[in-house]
């Protein structure tokens, strides 16, 4: 009889020790207390068959990524966005079209989007957290069906700006909002993986662009465009609100209902939602209501440390030149001397970037943020400077009449960079924007974290025509490499693991409470 206490015991104590790794630690270590009375605690044994390590009470997957199949379709407008400009550009600039322009009113056009979405990417922060994530990413897509609307009908170059700065300004909504939606309605193992959604999205969106806009006008190009929006519009009427962002508001019931709308019926809804009550009472998680409580949040360690890093990794991403090949790739491809043609590549180029950001997503839930944020920051650097030294002799050829040689290289190159970009870039500092912000002001901080990464792509789109000008296009090119190359040694002294953390796990490392996000064992990915 001892022997069999002792095993049952045991047998308890694995489930314990099970739903630590599946929630993470948050000062578990009594059992709840209610009414000022402990709980009595009755260890069964455990039935015949074995149960798998980590598994035990999730949700249903497919739940999950429907909600945050939905929630993402937004960001496919933010792809579309920064694609419209490649195919755009060229047949604006052609003698037949029907509204002329010059090369200064080509880079507004390229990057005026980039002006709005900074804008929307404030609104929307602090929309998140006053009217709520799904409420939210409803508002944003009226701005980019009224653009997609003015620039399809656009009589003149005033109209083409005005609607790329409401499409840009939609597309700063939508950042935010779709990835902290994904990464609070979906569990740890799955968080990785479906937090990349965005950026399937905005390569999608990219792509599309490329494809439909090298048979089509630009204008109808711009018609099309505009049934996404209303596609997602819809779709998000369909969905609740996430279940933290009601705990917050003080609305456990509705909190619980939302949760088993998202779970389904295999999960382990009470204890779930007791873990996110009780780490909202221990740490004193409760609305900002007023200014000046909001910016002492804003100011808390918890908040800036997360802010700084993202902050940083943003500018390093843009300036290693991705967005420079998006939004002029057609231009990139024809003066690099490559012979293929130069539409055909830039779709090619868009099915690359489609492809590896799937991989990526996958890779992501295997290999955690910082090792891909590595393989892309040395493969975009040492692409863009192969690039850069290509460029240089094409240079030379040109200026001594000599044939171009080996026009394979610059195409290799850039498809290299995709790859290398899309695989780590692409997908880790938009995953983490969901991840490492305080519950509390989340939502603002997640708007200004876009906030801050599209005015980094603002500044490298729009300072591409001069400094190819006065650096010409291999110095240009060779500027982005030496930048992607440098960023390495930041990343590896400020980037956290997060991979397979809770979010309350994150939100404790950046408040000091614990001292590291690593862990002796790791058995569940995210």
């Known amino acids: 009889m001892a022997d069999e206490n002792r095993c049952n015991a045991g047998e308890s104590q694995t489930l314990e020790d099970e739903d630590v790794r599946n929630y993470g630690s948050m000062n578990d270590s009594t059992p709840f207390l209610q009414n000022g009375q402990s709980p009595i605690i009755t260890k069964t044994p455990l039935p015949g068959k074995t ?44 003698p037949d079209s029907s509204i002329q322009i010059t090369d200064n009113e080509a880079s507004w056009i390229a990057s005026l989007s980039s002006v709005g979405t900074p804008i929307g990417c404030i609104v929307s922060g602090y929309l998140m957290d006053a009217i709520g994530r799904r409420r939210t990413l409803i508002i944003t897509e009226v701005p980019l069906i009224i653009g997609w609307i003015l620039v399809a009908c656009a009589q003149n170059v005033p109209m083409i700006y005005l609607g790329r700065l409401l499409i840009g300004f939609g597309s700063g909504m939508v950042g935010a909002p779709a990835r902290v939606y994904t990464c609070e309605v979906s569990q740890p193992h799955l968080r990785g993986m479906l937090g990349a959604m965005a950026s399937v999205g905005v390569s999608t969106g990219v792509l599309i662009q490329y494809v439909i806009g090298s048979v089509t006008s630009w204008n109808i190009l711009a018609g099309v465009s505009a049934i996404i929006p209303i596609v997602s519009l819809l779709g998000m009427t369909l969905l609740p609100e996430t279940p933290n962002y009601l705990l917050t508001q003080d609305k456990p019931d509705k909190a619980e209902t939302s949760l088993a709308k998202l779970r389904g019926s295999t999960c382990n809804l009470q204890d779930e939602i007791q873990k996110m009550k009780s780490f909202k009472e221990k740490n004193h998680v409760e609305p ?163 906030c801050a990464a599209h005015l980094s792509i603002f500044s490298v789109v729009k300072t591409f025509p001069y400094l190819k000008h006065s650096l010409n296009d291999y110095g240009a090119f060779g500027l982005y490499g030496a930048i992607s190359i440098a960023g390495m040694a930041f990343f590896y002294v400020f980037l956290p693991e997060t991979k397979g953390r809770t979010l309350q796990e994150i939100e404790d490392y950046f408040c000091g409470r614990t001292k590291t996000l690593k862990k002796a064992s790791i058995t569940e990915t995210a």
């Open 51 to 94: 149960v798998k390590p980590g598994k035990e009470g999730r949700g249903k997957a497919f739940k999950q990524i429907m909600a945050s199949f939905v929630a993402n379709l937004g960001t496919i407008n933010t792809g579309m966005a920064f694609g419209f400009s490649a195919t755009a550009l060229p047949q604006l600039k052609s």
């Open 288 to 450: 900002l209501k007023t200014p000046k409580e909001i910016l002492k949040a804003l100011l808390s360690p918890s908040t800036l440390k997360p802010f700084g890093i993202l902050a940083l990794y943003f500018f390093i991403y843009q300036w290693c030149g991705v967005n420079t090949i998006t939004f002029y790739a057609v231009e990139v491809f024809e003066s690099s001397g490559a012979s293929l043609d130069k539409y055909w590549l830039t779709i090619s180029m868009g099915i690359l970037r489609v492809i590896f950001t799937v991989v990526g997503c996958i890779l992501c839930r295997r290999c955690g943020r910082r090792p891909l944020t590595f393989v892309s920051a040395f493969g975009c650097g040492s692409t863009m400077i192969t690039l850069s030294v290509y460029l240089y002799y094409v240079q030379y050829w040109k200026d001594n009449d000599l044939p171009p040689q080996n026009s394979w290289i610059p195409v290799a190159s850039i498809y290299l960079f995709t790859i290398f970009c899309t695989l780590g870039y692409l997908i880790v500092p938009w995953i983490m924007i969901g991840e490492v912000y305080p519950t509390q002001v989340r939502g603002i901080v997640g708007g200004m974290t876009t």
